[in-house]
């Protein structure tokens, strides 16, 4: 059992939990290096130390290496991205279609994650009247995976231009699961402290107002 002073963590290791979260990126631009055995061990570890509702850990991961299940994927994106790209007026649409969205064709890893929507686990402790929490507890597991990732220098993007019925069809996963996001995770190509959407003019930082009642 951990001691009061093993539980206090030093000014330098807040420091660098700052650097991680300021220094965390949606990666878009992989390098195809694999990531070695060892590390990817401790990244499906990290999942495992998320919150989650009633402690139920309703994550659901599926690694894709198939490549034609691959190939589908992107056509999916790539269809969900030219639809998406037609709900904008000429000026934004052309911002749009500049902008890589996906990492898809050189990410090493590619995760399709779903949550399982009724899970022994937890016996509905604490989302009897706010069912989404299994959705929720599934969103800090990828979110803890992503942090851990950047501490290991590897880069994750999560894909959220995709038809969630086409993906569930494609994976033929069981009915109770509901699809949360597909992610690509390796090496960033290059490094950039600003956000890509904010670099390219789509939408800058915003800070959120603390309001009081």
Avoid at 145 to 155: K, Y
């Amino acid at each position: 059992m951990a001691n009061e002073r093993e539980m206090n963590f030093s000014k330098t290791q807040a420091e660098t939990l700052n650097e991680i979260l300021r220094w965390r990126r949606d990666v878009r631009h992989f390098c195809a290096d694999p990531i070695p055995e060892p590390i990817f061990d401790r990244l499906r570890a990290a999942m495992n130390l998320a919150p989650s509702v009633g402690n139920s850990r309703p994550w659901r991961v599926l690694q894709i290496k198939d490549k034609s299940l691959r190939c589908r994927v992107q056509e999916i994106f790539e269809s969900c991205n030219r639809e998406a790209a037609t709900g904008y007026d000429e000026p934004a649409r052309a911002e749009y279609v500049q902008l890589k969205l996906a990492g898809l064709r050189e990410a090493p890893v590619h995760l399709a994650v779903f949550t399982e929507t009724a899970p022994i686990e937890g016996r509905g402790l604490g989302r009897q009247t706010m069912p989404e929490t299994l959705q929720f507890s599934t969103a800090m597991a990828i979110h803890t995976l992503w942090l851990v990732a950047r501490a290991e220098n590897i880069g994750l993007g999560w894909i959220s231009i995709l038809d969630p019925q086409a993906i569930l069809t494609l994976l033929d996963v069981p009915e109770s699961w509901v699809f949360t996001g597909y992610l690509c995770l390796g090496y960033a190509a290059s490094l950039e402290e600003r956000p890509l959407l904010h670099r390219s003019g789509w939408q800058r930082d915003t800070s959120t107002e603390w309001l009081e009642r």
